[in-house]
C-alpha cells in the first residue's frame, strides 16, 4: 500500500511539473541530422497534394519528397505521418503579436507604436517578445512564422518576418525590415461612440483632410527620392534613410486601407514613385479587382470573419472576397487580426474561404506560399519542396476544419517545436482536478 501511495505521489507530481512547464519552455535545438517525416498526406502548398508521400531532412533543409519507397539510414529520426496530413508551416503576414500582450488591459506590456506621424525608421523587430504567452497557442495551432508590423500615425515603420521559436529577437528574425507600413487617411467620417449619430457643424471635412494628408505623405517621399539621390549628405536623415529600400526595389510599401477612395490613393503612389504595394485589410478590393490586376497590387486581407465595410455590401462579403481576387488573378493572403482570439484562428479564416468558393488547396495557399511571396520568403518557405526550409505541420486532420485539426508535430527549420501553452497547461490541470487525467 505504501508503494502504491508513493507511485501516486511521483504521478501527481509529475503531472503538477508539466502543467507548469509553459512558463519554462525553450526552444528547440538545432537538429543537424536527417529526418524522414513518412507517408503523409502531403500538401505542398502550391495546389499540388501527394498521398503516401516520404519528405526527407537534412540539416534543417528538405532535401527530397519521395513517393515511392525510400532507404532510411539507421541513425535518421522517423515521424509516422501514416493517416495524417502535412502541411507547410502556417504564416500570419501582418501582426502585433510579441509587441501587443495585453489589448486594453496592462499598458506597460505592449510596445507596438511610436510618437509621432512619419516614422519609418522605427523598426518593430528590435521590440519583439520571445517570451509572449501568445506566441506558443499559435505554434500549437500550426502557425511557425509571423510578420510583426508596427502601428500608429501616417508611416508607422518597418516589419520583420519572426519564426516563433527563438531565445530572442535576434534569434527569432527571419527576414528583418523587409516592408514599410502606411496608413492611408479615411475619406470618410463614421460616426463614433463621442457623437453617436449626431456630426457637429464645425467638424473637418473628411475628404478635404484625407487629400490635405496625402499630399503631405507624397510631399515626404519626393523630399525623399531628392535625398536619396544625393552622393553625399551633410548630415544624415534616417527617415530618408530608412525608405531607401522603396526605391529601390528591395522592400514593399504595405498600405493600410479598406475604402476604395484609399485604395485608389493607394494605386496612384505606387505609379508616382514606382513603388511595390501591397494592400492590407482591402475589405472592398472587389469592388476594383480589375485595376489591382492592373497594376499588380497584392492584398493581404486583414480580417475575414467580420462584418462588411458598409451597409450596402452583401452580409456574406468579407466571406466571398477571397473567391473573387482568386477569380481575377490576383495575389492574397489571408490574416486573422482579431485581438480576442489573439491571431489562432487564421487556418479557420481560410476553411471560411473554402467553403465560399475556394478550394481547400487555395485556401491554404492563401495562408502559406501567397503569404510567402507577399512577405519576399518564398526562396525560404511557403511551401514543401526541395531547397526550402523544412517548416513543416503534421495534423491528425484537415487543418483548415475546426472539428479535425489537431496539430502533432510542428518544425521549425527541422527542429521540432514544443507545443505546449497557456491552454494545453490549465487543460491538464483540470483533468487532474477532477480525476480525468
Given amino acids: 500500500m505504501k508503494t502504491l501511495k508513493i507511485s501516486l505521489l511521483l504521478a501527481v507530481l509529475l503531472i503538477n511539473v508539466a502543467a507548469f512547464a509553459q512558463d519554462d519552455v525553450s526552444p528547440a535545438k538545432p537538429y543537424m541530422g536527417k529526418l524522414f517525416i513518412t507517408n503523409g498526406t502531403v500538401h505542398v502548398g502550391n495546389g499540388t497534394v501527394i498521398d503516401k508521400a516520404t519528405i526527407e531532412v537534412d ?9 515511392s519507397q525510400v532507404s532510411i539510414p539507421a541513425d535518421a529520426r522517423t515521424v509516422d505521418a501514416t493517416g495524417k496530413q502535412v502541411y507547410p508551416g502556417l504564416i500570419l503576414p501582418n501582426t502585433d503579436l510579441g509587441l501587443k500582450e495585453i489589448a486594453n488591459g496592462v499598458r506597460g506590456s505592449n510596445d507596438y507604436l511610436e510618437l509621432g506621424d512619419l516614422n519609418p525608421n522605427i523598426r518593430s523587430i528590435v521590440a519583439y517578445n520571445t517570451d509572449s504567452k501568445i506566441i506558443n497557442t499559435l505554434k500549437a495551432n500550426g502557425i511557425l512564422l509571423a510578420s510583426v508590423t508596427p502601428e500608429g500615425g501616417s508611416i508607422s515603420g518597418s516589419s520583420s ?14 527576414k528583418m525590415d523587409n516592408n514599410i507600413h502606411m496608413n492611408m487617411p479615411s475619406f470618410i467620417r463614421r460616426p463614433g461612440r463621442r457623437f453617436g449619430a449626431f456630426v457637429p457643424e464645425n467638424m473637418p471635412d473628411p475628404s478635404k483632410a484625407a487629400y490635405e494628408k496625402i499630399e503631405e505623405l507624397k510631399s515626404f517621399f519626393r523630399q525623399a527620392k531628392a535625398y536619396l539621390a544625393e552622393p553625399k549628405h551633410a548630415q544624415t536623415n534616417l527617415k530618408f534613410e530608412a525608405v531607401k529600400g522603396l526605391f529601390d526595389g528591395s522592400k514593399h510599401l504595405f498600405i493600410h486601407a479598406d475604402q476604395v477612395k484609399q485604395m485608389l490613393a493607394a494605386i496612384d503612389f505606387a505609379k508616382e514613385f514606382g ?11 472587389y469592388q476594383i479587382t480589375d485595376l489591382l490586376k492592373a497594376n499588380n497590387i ?3 486581407l486583414n480580417q475575414e ?7 450596402d455590401d452583401d452580409i456574406d462579403q468579407p466571406f466571398k472576397t477571397p473567391a473573387e481576387l482568386q477569380k481575377a488573378g490576383i495575389l492574397f493572403a489571408l490574416n486573422d487580426a482579431f485581438d480576442e482570439a489573439r491571431y489562432r484562428n487564421l487556418m479557420f479564416n481560410a476553411g471560411t474561404a473554402a467553403a465560399y468558393g475556394l478550394t481547400k488547396e487555395q485556401a491554404l495557399q492563401a495562408i502559406t506560399l501567397n503569404s510567402a511571396k507577399i512577405l519576399g520568403i518564398d526562396d525560404k518557405t511557403g511551401s514543401i519542396e526541395v531547397g526550402k526550409d523544412a517548416n513543416i505541420v503534421v495534423s491528425d486532420g484537415d487543418i483548415l476544419d475546426m ?4 496539430i502533432r508535430h510542428a518544425f521549425i527549420q527541422g527542429r521540432e517545436v514544443s507545443l505546449e501553452n497557456k491552454q494545453t497547461e490549465l487543460n491538464r490541470k483540470y483533468l487532474t482536478k477532477y480525476g480525468l487525467q
Avoid: M
Fill in 161 to 174: 518576418v519572426v519564426q516563433l521559436d527563438a531565445w530572442n529577437w535576434e534569434d527569432a528574425a527571419y
Fill in 305 to 311: 470573419h467580420a462584418l462588411p465595410t458598409t451597409e
Fill in 298 to 300: 497584392s492584398v493581404i
Fill in 403 to 406: 472539428h479535425s485539426s489537431i
Fill in 59 to 67: 540539416k534543417g533543409k528538405i532535401v527530397a519528397i519521395h513517393t
Fill in 275 to 285: 513603388f511595390k504595394v501591397t494592400l492590407v485589410g482591402a475589405s472592398d478590393c
